[in-house]
């Protein structure tokens, strides 16, 4: 009972998120809103994390297998993807070294954050 009230949580800020995409006319998806909402909510405490993390958890960890199927829908355009696969390639490992860096400098700066934050309370 705790997963399928915590996945209708997460589906429901989902929902908003697409009711966003379908009033806001702008060209970001509907996950985005989703995510930034679910965002929101649990830093405000809206939602507290316990109410959805087993749930989220469970997500993250078969998450891989969503991906399946468009990994094998490339066999269907391969012709065309074998004309351009060394630029496909470039692409791909440009945008993952670029996310990572981005990715690690943002928790390197949050990080730094909360130590000031922790360091000004025990001075106080």
């Not at 679910?38 to 993250?60: G, N, Q, S």
């Not at 470039?90 to 996310?99: K, N, R, Y």
Request: aromatic residues 8%.
């Amino acid at each position: 009972m705790t997963y399928i009230f915590q996945f209708c949580t997460i589906l429901i800020v989902c929902f908003i998120g697409e009711i966003l995409y379908a009033l806001i006319p702008l060209p970001i998806p509907a996950n985005i809103y989703g995510l930034v909402i679910m965002l929101l909510c649990l830093a405000f405490k809206i939602i507290k994390l316990e109410k959805i993390e087993k749930t989220a958890d469970f997500l993250l960890n078969i998450m891989p297998l969503m991906f399946i199927s468009a990994a094998v829908s490339l066999i269907t355009v391969w012709a065309e993807l074998k004309n351009i696969l060394i630029p496909v390639i470039l692409i791909v490992i440009a945008s993952t070294v670029i996310v990572m860096a981005v990715t690690g400098k943002t928790a390197e700066f949050i990080i730094k954050h909360d130590r000031r934050k922790d360091n000004e309370r025990n001075n106080i």
